[in-house]
């Protein structure tokens, strides 16, 4: 008796998915919220841009730009735990 079905063998690779469970964060609508825009404001006011003179130059302003935009959001922030019943 012949077999008119031919068994096939499929590979499903499974990765492991990084689930963040802690992140900062700023509360919405807080006094930590409002001293970080404030902050971030006068650091954009502060921002001396008459030295760029080339791409080296603007490169290393946007980067210290970033440090100090890092810098704020840290010290305004707080590191909150991720739950499944947290919002989204």
């Known amino acids: ?3 008119d079905h031919t068994p096939l063998t499929v590979n499903i690779l499974i990765i492991k998915e990084y689930i963040q469970t802690r992140k ?3 509360i919405k609508n807080s006094k930590e ?3 970080f825009i404030d902050e971030i404001i006068e650091l954009v006011k502060g921002l001396n ?3 760029i003179r080339s791409k080296k130059d ?3 302003l ?3 730009f970033a440090h100090n935009t890092d810098e704020i959001w840290f010290k ?3 590191m909150v735990n991720i739950t499944r019943y947290s919002k989204l």
């Open 49 to 51: 841009m008459n030295y």
């Open 24 to 26: 900062q964060k700023i």
């Open 33 to 35: 919220k409002t001293r």
């Open 1 to 3: 008796m012949s077999s």
């Open 76 to 78: 305004h922030s707080k």
């Open 62 to 64: 946007v980067q210290e």
């Open 58 to 60: 603007l490169k290393k």
